[in-house]
């Protein structure tokens, strides 16, 4: 069965500094990974998606993930936070195999500290 | 262009009500999605539509819950005798097609509060 991990409920980070934001997911199949931001009282807005090709993956606002298969992870990174980066990150998965649907993880708050 | 959009944004009722929450998804997409958000969890999946048609219904938490999309656009999800535990928000999205690589565009939700 497909499923998603976010390990951590919150990441407190200073602005300026680098950030990384951890999933790992588990699927048959080859994985979609996605990574989406939730800003207060907004709807999910996608950031990155990785589908095949380099494991680093370029994203908007500065993101950036690495697909990494043999630990099957792809954190969410950016060298530089800033304070409006501070929002409610979410990782996503989807397969190759059978079903259609996406599997979310539970989320992280990243604050990021003037 | 124009986003997802879903109405009301707002919807406080009574235990035991029907409610109806609306989608209207980005014209051309043929897939769509609706998930809910409660208070510190993270996106439960509930269904999905290819057109009109719904292949999987799996993530719907009872038969109270049902949803519809006719004419390949506006989707609604329908809660019958609403519980308490019903209260979250409650998030669509569409996409290009189905397939797993395909990023979804969500709605800014309708915050449902069963009283």
């Known amino acids: 069965a497909q499923s998603v991990a976010q390990p951590e409920d919150q990441v407190n980070v200073a602005e300026g500094n680098p950030l990384t934001v951890k999933c790992t997911y588990s699927v048959s199949g080859n994985p979609y990974l996605f990574w989406y931001v939730q800003y207060p009282n907004r709807g999910l807005q996608f950031l990155l998606k990785y589908i095949t090709g380099d494991n680093l993956v370029k994203g908007s606002y500065g993101f950036e993930a690495e697909f990494n298969k043999s630990q099957t992870s792809f954190h969410l990174k950016k060298p530089s936070a800033l304070v409006s980066d501070s929002a409610l990150y979410f990782c996503a998965v989807g397969t190759t195999s059978g079903t259609y649907k996406y599997i979310f993880g539970t989320g992280t708050r990243l604050k990021v500290l003037a | 262009g124009a986003g997802v959009s879903q109405s009301p944004s707002n919807k406080v009722t009574e235990k035991g009500k029907d409610v109806e929450l609306r989608c209207d998804p980005i014209s051309g997409h043929t897939a769509l999605y609706w998930y809910r958000q409660s208070l510190g969890q993270g996106l439960e999946f509930l269904i999905y539509f290819q057109g009109n048609s719904a292949p999987d219904k799996s993530g719907l938490p009872s038969d109270r819950f049902s949803a519809e999309r006719t004419g390949g656009s506006v989707s609604t999800l329908t809660i019958q005798r609403t519980q308490q535990e019903d209260s979250a928000v409650y998030l669509c999205?569409?996409?290009?097609?189905?397939?797993?690589?395909?990023?979804?565009?969500f709605g800014p939700g309708t915050r449902l509060t069963v009283l």
């Open positions: 999205a569409s996409s290009l097609g189905l397939g797993a690589n395909n990023e979804q565009f």
